[in-house]
């Protein structure tokens, strides 16, 4: 499918999976994959999940939550949601018809999202008192939101919650940052040490980029991931997902004719009245999305859905959350897309148009494509986004997330603009191909088989070029020649369970993707592999050793270019452009599933021809993907005048990025025997003598200035 707006889209991505089914199976005591995973580990005091949407956290911490009351002693458990829509998804459960030890039951007066009233300050305090009799009682559960939990902390104290469990969902909205007061709260119960704490989420990395716990503090938790790509390659039905952002020209409700397809099941999220794309009036903007689906006929009574007759003659049924201005109406509408009786109807509703509702915990299975205008606050919102259309459901086999860009006029003005949009899509892309991916083991060369994966026919050889699978979690075991291993504890946590965290980091760092993408020509890889992903690391993790925060880099780079050098490897840039045929049983000729190879195949080839060690990975650029489908789709002309204004900003060093660079260059002199030249032909090796004579102009200035000039 070319680009439906107009001249050009951003990196596209695409994941096909191989339906096993194992992501919907249940054991005998009734849970599902990841939720035996996660009851593996209910013993500890301090459990963090990390598990997609739809995955069955909720089910997960009801029977964690169960066995912690009954089995570990603690007295009660209070449940924490951010908003009180969620608070559904923590309903009575009669788990023992699955054969588990106990129900799951909340009395009606504890489930405060139930509770009257919008969710604001002055309504939160109002349902402290509850909370307070709640702890005075002997029920076992209760229900809030984030809100009325931060108030009740507030008013009954930190002590008064002593030898309960609190469980926090969607914890990426918890923040280590001191004006965050969740957060703060978490940290002074974790201070106390005399609860216990579940935290659950969606994301794989906080949006703001802001650290969700302090590093002391995280190191607490034992974490249990379960990645998207064991969620999607478990599904029955689902077995493709695209992701392409767009640019458009002109008006967006003009676009988005081009690309809603009534024949699927949408959910439109139209921008923020504040955004460029916006036409600053709402309720105008859904009235013309629902006349280019074809002729309104009216409001259906009992579920106050909107009903318009499209161009085939079918009726569709769309659901406006925008509107605000009938309480009633929109209550009206909410309860029919709740209502439980219709939940396994695939023709209740057609199309959702909403503004900041219909994202995190909404469910809808039916869902095939989600259309999205206008940037998202954060790439945590676009990872709930693209959930809300990655739930499995009969005869569902295709899943697609469509973000449609404003791109700028021709104006200089707007150069700039554009430039940032450009890059938070790429990020947004390059971030979401990394969610997706199954997920690596790396060990220096000649480390030894690894438990778990099957290394072909050959099985491990001693000094070849090994590629294990594990067939249970799609994780790949690669050996990397030089690959520095982390020592302590933390280091190896980091390395395990927080890659994802420093990546995104990374890929949203707007200096090495600016220059990476858009400079190619002018920027040496081990500027944005060594320096910029180097810094990143120090910065985040302070308290690592310098050993540790190599070895965390060093994994870092690996994931991000081995993933980026195995799309390239395959040749198919764009893959997500071009639409899986509707017959495609997604097997080979034999009929055998062949599942999500696509990054495997590439990785293969890609470890067949080179000879992996960390200075290779170290001189890829990681962004090299990005300008190659960049390069093929984008209009010349304006990708030669957005690179012009990239190559015009001149760069200086900074006194630590000098001092680093002077560290490189004596690492490379005991190595090599001598000190980097100036005049290298070889970029990196130029780079590190310009370091060292940078640095040593900042130590002479400083000394000239009355310093000591020590380094």
Not at 428 to 443: G, K
Not at 568 to 583: I, S, Y
Request: aromatic share 8%; charged share 30%; net charge negative.
């Amino acid at each position: 499918m070319t680009n439906p707006i107009n001249t050009y889209t951003v990196p596209s991505v695409s994941i096909t999976t191989a339906r096993t089914g194992a992501s919907a199976k249940a054991n005998e005591l009734g849970m599902r994959a990841m939720q035996e995973r996660a009851y593996a580990k209910r013993g500890e005091q301090y459990l963090l999940i990390k598990s997609p949407p739809a995955s069955g956290k909720s089910r997960a911490l009801m029977f964690i939550a169960l066995d912690k009351l009954n089995n570990q002693g603690l007295q009660q458990a209070i449940v924490v949601v951010p908003e009180r829509s969620i608070g559904g998804s923590f309903a009575d459960e009669a788990l023992t018809q699955r054969g588990f030890y106990w129900d799951w039951t909340v009395a009606p007066q504890w489930n405060l999202c139930n509770a009257p009233g919008i969710d604001e300050p002055r309504v939160a305090r109002s349902k402290v008192e509850a909370v307070k009799k709640f702890l005075a009682s002997d029920d076992k559960v209760l229900i809030c939101t984030h809100a009325t939990f931060r108030f009740a902390v507030e008013e009954l104290g930190i002590q008064a919650f002593d030898n309960r469990l609190i469980a926090v969902d969607e914890f990426h909205h918890v923040s280590a940052n001191p004006d965050n007061k969740l957060g703060s709260q978490l940290g002074a119960f974790i201070a106390r040490d005399k609860v216990h704490l579940v935290a659950m989420t969606g994301s794989y990395f906080r949006g703001d980029s802001e650290a969700v716990l302090s590093p002391s503090d995280e190191g607490k938790f034992e974490t249990v991931t379960y990645t998207y790509y064991e969620q999607l390659n478990g599904y029955r039905w689902l077995k493709s997902l695209d992701i392409g952002y767009f640019f458009y020209t002109g008006r967006y409700v003009d676009a988005v004719a081009k690309v809603l397809d009534p024949a699927l099941k949408t959910i439109v999220h139209i921008p923020s009245v504040n955004s460029r794309e916006s036409l600053k009036d709402k309720e105008r903007e859904v009235n013309e999305i629902m006349h280019a689906l074809g002729e309104w006929k009216g409001i259906d009574e009992t579920t106050g859905f909107h009903l318009i007759e499209g161009r085939d003659g079918r009726t569709l049924k769309v659901a406006d959350l925008v509107d605000d201005s009938d309480a009633a109406q929109r209550s009206r509408v909410l309860g029919a897309l709740k209502d439980p009786a219709h939940k396994d109807d695939r023709d209740h509703v057609d199309i959702i148009i909403a503004l900041g509702m219909a994202k995190e915990g909404f469910d809808w299975i039916w869902c095939e494509h989600a259309l999205t205008i206008g940037y998202r606050s954060s790439l945590t919102e676009v990872v709930q986004i693209i959930g809300r259309a990655t739930r499995d459901a009969e005869g569902k086999e295709r899943a697609r997330f469509t973000n449609l860009i404003a791109e700028p006029t021709a104006e200089q003005s707007a150069v700039a603009e554009a430039v940032n949009d450009m890059l938070k899509a790429i990020s947004a892309s390059l971030l979401m191909e990394q969610v997706l991916a199954p997920r690596y083991e790396f060990t220096p060369r000649n480390a030894g088989a690894q438990e778990g994966f099957d290394y072909g026919p050959d099985g491990y050889v001693d000094g070849g070029k090994n590629l294990g699978v594990n067939k249970e979690t799609g994780e790949i075991h690669i050996e990397i020649n030089g690959l520095a291993k982390p020592k302590s504890k933390e280091g190896k946590r980091i390395c395990k369970e927080d890659l994802n965290e420093v990546i995104a980091a990374f890929i949203q760092d707007k200096p090495a993707l600016e220059r990476g993408t858009l400079d190619k020509e002018n920027t040496i890889p081990e500027e944005l592999t060594i320096e910029r992903l180097g810094k990143i690391v120090r910065e985040r993790y302070p308290e690592l050793s310098e050993a540790d925060q190599e070895a965390v880099r060093q994994h870092a780079i690996a994931v991000i270019n081995i993933t980026q050098q195995a799309k390239l490897a395959l040749e198919t840039p764009g893959q997500a452009e071009v639409p899986v045929p509707a017959n495609d049983s997604g097997g080979d000729e034999a009929g055998h599933a062949k599942g999500n190879t696509d990054l495997l195949d590439g990785v293969r080839k890609f470890i067949n021809v080179r000879d992996l060690d960390i200075d290779l990975i170290d001189r890829i650029n990681p962004f090299e993907a990005a300008y190659a489908v960049l390069a093929k789709t984008m209009d010349e002309k304006s990708l030669r005048q957005i690179q012009a204004s990239i190559a015009a900003k001149t760069v200086k060093l900074t006194e630590d990025e000098a001092r680093e660079l002077a560290k490189r260059a004596l690492q490379f002199k005991n190595e090599r025997g001598r000190v980097p030249d100036i005049n290298s032909p070889d970029a990196w090796e130029k780079r590190m003598a310009e370091g060292v004579a940078a640095f040593a102009r900042y130590r002479a200035q400083a000394k000239a200035q009355g310093g000591n000039g020590n380094g």
